[in-house]
């Protein structure tokens, strides 16, 4: 059974960077997509960069650029590395695994079955 935790969530100012870790934990790790979502109070869990097993990346519009998401297998960690940050990007971060295998696209929640509890982002 897989399991996440997430860190590195903290407060900044606009234009500022922080780097999300999250821990793997399990078999499965590097297997299939792994990837990152946010969730502000009230709104959908919405994807916004995934990585599968071979390195390659995708990310939806609004953090392209911007967001950097990787990982070392050796240390069984996903990263997402954020610069720029906007006042629109403060949300809980969350990171996901067991995706689907291929993903060159960024898939939705209902694509992974591994969550992490989730890191605080805030911006102003």
């Known amino acids: 059974h897989v399991q996440l935790v997430e860190s590195g969530g903290d407060s900044v100012q606009p234009g500022g960077s922080l780097r999300l870790s999250c821990s793997v934990s399990g078999p499965t790790y590097n297997n299939y997509c792994m990837g990152w979502f946010r969730q502000t109070p009230g709104g959908a869990r919405k994807g916004i960069a995934a990585i599968d097993a071979g390195g390659d990346t995708a990310y939806v519009d609004s953090v392209k650029g911007r967001f950097t998401i990787s990982k070392d297998n050796n240390k069984k960690t996903l990263y997402l590395t954020m610069n720029n940050l906007k006042p629109e990007d403060a949300a809980m971060y969350y990171c996901?695994?067991?995706?689907?295998?291929?993903?060159?696209?960024?898939?939705?929640?209902?694509?992974?079955?591994?969550w992490g509890q989730g890191t605080q982002v805030t911006v102003s």
């Open positions: 996901a695994a067991e995706g689907p295998q291929r993903c060159p696209y960024v898939p939705s929640q209902y694509e992974y079955a591994a």
